[in-house]
Every structure is written in C-alpha cells, then in structure tokens.
C-alpha cells in the first residue's frame, strides 16, 4: 500500500513568518502534485514535479521532488492569509490508471 | 481547465435512505473519478468511473454501496445507498482530460457536503 505521510497536520503562523510542508514515502512515485484547498471548494492544482530533484517557484511558493522521488516540500516565503488552506500533496500510483494517491494534509492558518 | 459542477452542493439525509450526487463536465473528458473527504482531512479514492462500463472500486468500497453511473463523457453519478451517520462526510468528483500520463491534471468539482442523521 502506497502511503503519503504530510507534517505537519496543523500550522498557525503570523504573517511574514515563512514555512515548509513535508510529504514523505518509502514508495516511489512516477510524478506528485501539491494542491490547495479552501474552505467549500475542490481541490486546485499547484504545481506538477515529475524528475527527482527538481524544483519548482510558483511566486512565494517553493516546491521540490526528491532525488529518490519519495518525498517532496513545499516552502512558503512571508506567508500572507490568503495563503491558509488545507495544503495536500498527492503521488501518481503508476501502473495502468493514473490513480493519485492523496497525503494526510496539511491545514495551515496565516494570522494577519 | 475544466469547469465541473455537483448537485446538490449540500444535504441533510436520514439513515437509511440514498441519495445521488450528479457531476457535471463543461466538455469531454477521459477520466471521472470519485472521492470522499471529512472535513480537513484527505481525500479518499471510492472509484473511477468508467464510461460504457461498470466503475472501479478501491479496496474497501463496493457497488452496492456506492452504485456509479457514468453515461457518457461529461456526466457521471455517485449514490451513497442505505445511509448511515458514518457516510456523513464531503463527496467529490475529478476529471483528467487526457494527456501525458504523468503530468495531467486533475480538475475537482466543490464538492457534495452530505449529513446523516
């Protein structure tokens, strides 16, 4: 069984503070993608990593692919409130189907 | 992009009775795929949706449960059968166009917030 494991669960930081978001496996994954999520909604894609090691800068948001593609962060520089959302990481299954398998989520609150 | 909608976007059901939630595409689409999610917690795999045949089921969920229609290729149906309090939770529908294998993007409707009492 495939497993994604996100840390932390729950963050609550000020304004301006920066912070980094783990997802972690000990499975492999053919590319992982981080979504947003906000309150009422669907999730919506942020960033697609598909070469281990790559890194990706989507404005303040940093993401990287680890080297072994089982891991993957997110950092946020001066996180601003429209920031909070519940941050998912998801890895592509492989195989015939391009099942995604969803982390544990990260919710994250930005204080004004 | 793809535009998704869901109806009804909330409900309050009794246990024992089911309900059916609709997906709707604004355009064709090769994969429709159904998740459940508590509230600030991760979403769940239940099933792809297969068009012209019957679903795929992930480990722990089953037809008679969670009988899924797909007609064609922008509209698809969930329904959560003989409900209990423990099927209160968020359903979701997602499409994927169709494109590279390990970069296609999956579009989320909002969302069906489903109470059981």
């Known amino acids: 069984t495939q497993l994604l494991e996100q840390s932390p669960q729950f963050l609550s930081i000020q304004e301006g503070e920066n912070l980094t978001v783990y997802c972690n496996s000990s499975?492999?994954?053919?590319?992982l993608q981080w979504y947003r999520q906000e309150p009422g909604e669907g999730p919506v894609l942020l960033v697609t990593v598909v070469t281990g090691g790559e890194v990706k800068k989507l404005k303040r948001l940093t993401f990287q692919f680890g080297d072994a593609r089982k891991d993957s962060s997110l950092h946020i520089t001066a996180a601003q409130p429209g920031d909070t959302g519940l941050y998912l990481c998801a890895g592509l299954a492989g195989g015939a189907t391009n099942k995604l398998i969803f982390g544990t989520g990260t919710l994250l609150a930005v204080q004004p | 992009s793809a535009v998704i909608s869901q109806k009804p976007s909330r409900d309050i059901c009794q246990r024992g009775t089911s309900l059916t939630i609709q997906c709707q595409v604004d355009s064709q689409v090769t994969m429709m795929f159904w998740y459940r999610q508590q509230p600030g917690q991760s979403l769940t795999l239940i099933a792809t949706a297969n068009q012209g045949s019957e679903a795929t089921y992930e480990s722990g969920f089953v037809i008679d449960k969670f009988p899924i229609s797909r007609p064609n290729l922008t509209f698809s149906t969930l329904t959560v059968s003989n409900m209990s309090p423990e099927d209160s939770s968020i359903y979701l529908c997602?499409?994927?166009?169709?494109?590279?294998?390990?970069?296609?993007?999956?579009?989320f409707g909002p969302g069906t917030r489903l109470t059981v009492l």
């Open positions: 499975s492999v994954f053919s590319s």
């Open positions: 997602s499409v994927e166009r169709g494109g590279h294998k390990y970069t296609d993007t999956q579009y």
